[in-house]
């Protein structure tokens, strides 16, 4: 499962962790694991859910038939939008980083199947949304909100829970045999995917196994093709489960192999990324309390460059820049809790970690001497305890949880060879040399103490109450996020930002301190016959924000300037605040015409100085307006974001154009087995140029350099479906 040495975690998982895994089931007194994803009682293996938990309780969310949502290809990052206060930055087409309520990426916090996905690359290609595809996806669940200390882990945003396909057990003592095939094909880029998920399952025992593919060209707009924008992708997930008298057990693997896929918004795209994922759950029932006990480990292993889907930089002296890297990561987190119910009081307890380990190399393959180490021995540790309790007093109902977190830090020393000569400056005054400079850097980073310790504490106090017609829903709450191992180890400026992609380079802050956030909510959840609205108020006050400010290491300085023309920005602790309004509504006409959608504004500025933050969504529209009968719905579906020119002048940012786009999609059920799906995205093939989409770093394309990408064009898709 590792593939390097990961002594501190052979305790819990060793080497040959999958065999060990399947020989627990020969234990009749190993307890078995649980599913608990929110879903509904009601729902079969053919739809995916959109569910909304909202404060201490679950509320009326969207709950949408995949045939009416998925299209070929694509990744949980567009489903995203279909959430109040949800969006999703684009860095490519299956490379989606999660953001909500202004925050994203590692602000955020993403599990599958209740297990996190931990990026293996440094600007987070395989990011954790990109770690499952929507055609495997049976649920999505947002924690609205503050979310809990349960769920929130580590973090200042929102957390978003997908559930992969699974069966589960039957009521029936007899074997029975389940599955579900997929085949689909779009006209824009030529994409094609196919999945097949099948299994057997009784009331005692179930296998699944699932496959899926993808594949992809440049897609078109109009005006053009954007390039390297295609994509190759292949997953394989394989589950077991055992019931047992008290306890449930299960395993799972998933294996990903991601090929070449472009990602125009960064400097070089994925040759491939190859992770392997193996995870142990058992989950007891019964007796005075729940206990449940999940293990995960995690490998990736990822090759990019910038020659093979896109022309390479020309240098000044005319030769052609090429570059590659290497990066690994490898990560195991377990998470153990306790569940009592008594009187009018749920309590929950648990204990958690995590620890990570990341290396990254750059180099040349036109020269074998230049190499430079990016990441070396990078490891973060984090140890959790919570404790929670909800109790239902009257007509109110109130939530109360504690975390604290302890992190550790650490970094292996650097070096570089640029392949060049070096001023051998012997103090007469001759210019230093980018192989000087380079030195330099490495020399401050390997003599600077780097074992970093952080405390994190959350404080969550959540209540909602019904009064009459109408829920009042408040929150207040304390979060807390420590630095990236890019925003504390990046020691040359480069761009490895965790897929931040606003073309400059950054320089990392050992010292850089936690973030923390204040937040306060406030909403109501409306239901009036048919009618149902849920608009609800945020302020977030966030302490420690951390964000690239112009750097004063001149050194660092003179090596970005020569290397790209620009000063970089070094990683900073600043003061920010974070405040807007987001709702969901619906209303149905009758029991086939059904209007719903949501509408969702950010703003998102510092407060130490006058500037905005980065890469915030502008005020952002979702509607849907659909027909429904027993064998077939036709939807029309409207995406719209109003312009954003409150930007970042500290990122160069650029303001950009309000949009909107027409949706069409139908489908129709042949019978139990067979149903056909088909529709077109962007009905009136509109050119736009989505604020989240990022800034094109790919020569050769129909979208100028360093110009936002333009989104895709008209795309008819059908796919062809068969269950049983």
């Not at 057990?169 to 045999?177: E, I």
């Not at 909602?464 to 017609?469: D, T």
């Not at 129709?668 to 800034?695: C, P, R, T």
């Amino acid at each position: 499962i590792f593939r390097r040495s990961f002594q501190d975690w052979r305790s819990f998982v060793p080497r040959n962790g999958f065999v060990a895994l399947c020989a627990l089931f020969s234990l009749a007194s190993v307890s078995p694991f649980a599913h608990s994803m929110d879903l509904a009682d009601d729902a079969s293996e053919t739809d995916l859910e959109v569910v909304v938990v909202t404060g201490v309780r679950v509320g009326d969310g969207l709950e949408l038939n995949i045939n009416q949502v998925a299209s070929t290809g694509m990744d949980n990052g567009d489903l995203l939008r279909l959430f109040p206060g949800g969006n999703r930055n684009s860095n490519g087409p299956v490379t989606s980083i999660s953001q909500y309520r202004g925050l994203f990426g590692a602000q955020n916090s993403i599990s599958i199947d209740g297990i996190g996905y931990k990026s293996g690359c440094p600007n987070w290609m395989d990011s954790p949304l990109s770690a499952i595809t929507q055609s495997l996806t049976q649920s999505v669940t947002l924690h609205r909100g503050l979310g809990s200390v349960d769920v929130i882990e580590e973090g200042l945003g929102g957390s978003v829970k997908i559930a992969a396909r699974n069966e589960g057990f039957s009521d029936q003592q007899k074997w029975g045999a389940f599955g579900r095939v997929e085949a689909g094909y779009g006209s824009n880029a030529s994409s094609w995917g196919g999945v097949l998920y099948t299994g057997v399952n009784n009331q005692d025992n179930w296998f699944d196994v699932a496959v899926s593919l993808d594949k992809g060209d440049d897609y078109e707009f109009d005006g053009g093709t954007v390039a390297a924008t295609e994509y190759d992708r292949k997953q394989y997930r394989l589950g077991y489960g055992r019931r047992f008298d008290t306890a449930d057990v299960s395993i799972g693997a998933v294996i990903n192999r991601t090929g070449e896929s472009g990602t125009p918004a960064l400097p070089m795209d994925i040759i491939y990324i190859d992770s392997e994922q193996y995870s142990l759950g058992i989950e007891t029932r019964g007796g005075e309390g729940d206990l449940s006990f999940k293990i995960n480990s995690l490998s990736v292993e990822h090759v990019m460059n910038n020659y093979t889907l896109r022309p390479p930089p020309t240098a000044m002296n005319g030769k052609k820049t090429l570059r590659s890297t290497l990066a690994v990561g490898d990560t195991g987190d377990f998470k153990l809790t306790y569940d009592r119910n008594i009187g009018n009081h749920d309590f929950l307890f648990g204990v958690d970690a995590k620890k990570e380990e990341h290396d990254a190399d750059l180099s040349n393959p036109a020269n074998p001497m230049f190499f430079i180490t990016m990441f070396n021995e990078v490891k973060r540790d984090r140890y959790g305890i919570f404790a929670q309790v909800t109790k239902a007093a009257g007509e109110w109902a109130v939530e109360a949880g504690l975390r604290y977190n302890y992190l550790s830090m650490n970094a292996g020393e650097v070096d570089g060879n640029l392949a060049m000569m070096t001023s051998m400056n012997n103090g007469n005054m001759m210019p230093m040399s980018q192989q000087d400079r380079l030195d330099a850097l490495a020399e401050t980073f390997n003599d600077s103490d780097r074992n970093k310790k952080d405390d994190q504490l959350s404080v969550l106090l959540q209540a909602s109450r019904q009064m009459g017609s109408a829920r009042l829903n408040l929150g207040l709450g304390r979060k807390v996020r420590s630095p990236s191992y890019q925003e504390r180890y990046l020691w040359l400026p480069m761009e490895a930002t965790s897929g931040l992609a606003d073309g400059r380079t950054y320089l990392g802050d050992i010292d850089l301190k936690p973030e923390s956030s204040t937040e306060l909510t406030a909403g109501v959840d409306f239901s009036i016959g048919r009618f149902k609205l849920t608009p609800e108020a945020y302020y977030r006050d966030v302490n420690n924000y951390i964000q690239g400010v112009p750097s004063t290491n001149t050194i660092a300085n003179m090596f970005a300037l020569m290397m790209s023309g620009k000063l970089p920005l070094q990683y900073a602790n600043v003061d920010a605040e974070l405040y807007g309004l987001d709702m969901g509504y619906e209303y149905e006409f009758s029991t086939s015409w059904l209007l719903r959608g949501n509408l969702g504004y950010v703003r998102g500025k510092r407060t130490d100085v006058s500037d905005n933050l980065y890469r915030i969504a502008p005020l952002s529209s979702y509607l849907e307006f659909s027909y429904t009968r027993e064998n077939y719905f036709v939807a029309m579906e409207s995406v719209a974001a109003s312009k954003q020119d409150k930007v970042s002048v500290y990122n160069d940012e650029k303001p950009s154009s309000g949009w909107g786009i027409l949706n069409l999609r139908g489908g129709y059920s042949f019978n139990k087995v067979f149903d056909i799906n088909l529709g077109v995205e962007n009905l009136f093939d509109k050119a736009y140029q989505d604020h989240l989409g990022g800034y094109n770093r790919v020569a050769g394309s129909d979208v100028p350099l360093r110009e936002r990408l333009y989104s895709r064009g008209r795309n008819y898709y059908i796919r062809l479906n068969a269950s049983w």
